[in-house]
């Protein structure tokens, strides 16, 4: 398993992680410099996702997760705008459905696990289990678990433990997972809610229920600090990335998803000798057209 880049904003695996000592913003300004560093770095992920779908040994598994307006679709679209579509699949994980309610909680995103060559991205994930289920234990009741299996002092932890264990399994496979935090301020949020209802451009991104939910914001904090802390591995670690500045943010992550493309060393696919030799007898015919 290969350990993920370090970065100032990687979650210690130590379980020391503090929310209330994560930077929400690492400059005053979105600078020319930050967009700069954005477009060198998809230039370099688009010649990194060529070799990965060429060698067609590794999977990479994307994961972003955040309070609402803290900029996960613009980011996902900024860092992958320079690369191949057809080995790039973006899932957004919202209310579950009956039919994955009928299944275990990890169930709808283990079928979307990204395919060798692949880059799979999560926009929301598994970890909703534990941060909106555990803001809200009431959504349990429509999960219809055994009796035996909702113990409130316990589920959490338990949960968290099945998804490091399934992330561990993937990384053994060749997966190489990054987990995103895009930590947005309280005030920062406010400022974006705002917009969004003053620009009729922006109004149908304007949710009433994400008013609700910003109520319970210290709660939210508790439960990504309970789940990073637990969840931060060597082989799939997460990221607590500054989200009010958004340029310097998607520079960020772009350069954090090209560091560990770059540690695989993949390799384009060596031609065996019996190609070799077949490739001096087609190209004979082909020169002989």
């Given at each position: 398993m290969i350990e993920g880049p370090d970065s100032r904003y990687r979650v210690p695996y130590d379980?020391?992680?503090?929310?209330?000592?994560?930077?929400?913003?690492?400059?005053?300004?979105?600078?020319?410099?930050?967009?700069?560093?954005?477009?060198?770095?998809?230039?370099?992920l688009d010649k990194?996702?060529?070799?990965?779908?060429?060698?067609?040994?590794h999977s990479v598994l994307l994961i972003f997760q955040a309070m609402d307006a803290a900029g996960k679709d613009s980011t996902i679209r900024a860092v992958?705008?320079?690369?191949?579509?057809a080995g790039c699949e973006v899932y957004t994980f919202k209310k579950p459905s009956a039919n994955e309610l009928?299944?275990?909680?990890?169930?709808?995103?283990?079928?979307?696990?990204?395919?060798?060559?692949?880059?799979?991205?999560f926009n929301r994930s598994q970890y909703e289990e534990?941060?909106?289920?555990?803001?809200?234990p009431e959504i349990l009741d429509y999960q219809r678990l055994p009796t035996h299996c909702v113990n409130l002092d316990t589920i959490w932890d338990e949960?968290?433990?099945?998804?490091?264990?399934?992330?561990?399994?993937?990384?053994?496979?060749?997966?190489?997972?990054?987990?995103?935090?895009?930590?947005?301020?309280?005030?920062?949020?406010?400022?974006?809610?705002?917009?969004r209802m003053d620009d009729p451009?922006?109004?149908?991104?304007?949710?009433?229920?994400?008013?609700?939910?910003?109520?319970?914001?210290?709660?939210?904090?508790h439960a990504y600090e309970q789940a990073l802390n637990a969840s931060s591995k060597p082989w799939a670690p997460w990221y607590a990335v500054p989200a009010d500045n958004k340029a310097y943010m998607r520079a960020t992550i772009a350069e954090i998803i090209v560091q560990a493309l770059a540690?695989?060393?993949?390799?384009?696919?060596e031609a065996s000798a019996e190609d070799v030799a077949k490739f001096v007898e087609v190209r004979k015919d082909l020169d002989a057209e």
């Open positions: 379980d020391t992680f503090r929310v209330a000592d994560a930077p929400a913003r690492a400059d005053d300004r979105e600078s020319d410099g930050d967009k700069a560093r954005l477009k060198k770095a998809v230039r370099q990194l996702q060529r070799v990965l779908m060429a060698g067609d040994r992958m705008q320079g690369i191949n579509p009928d299944h275990d909680f990890l169930w709808r995103t283990s079928i979307r696990m990204p395919q060798r060559g692949r880059i799979g991205i534990v941060l909106v289920v555990r803001v809200h949960r968290l433990q099945s998804i490091c264990d399934q992330e561990k399994h993937l990384a053994r496979n060749g997966t190489v997972i990054l987990k995103f935090w895009l930590n947005v301020s309280r005030e920062e949020q406010k400022r974006r809610f705002l917009a451009a922006k109004n149908w991104k304007f949710d009433f229920g994400d008013l609700v939910e910003r109520r319970f914001w210290d709660q939210y904090m540690a695989i060393g993949l390799q384009y696919p």
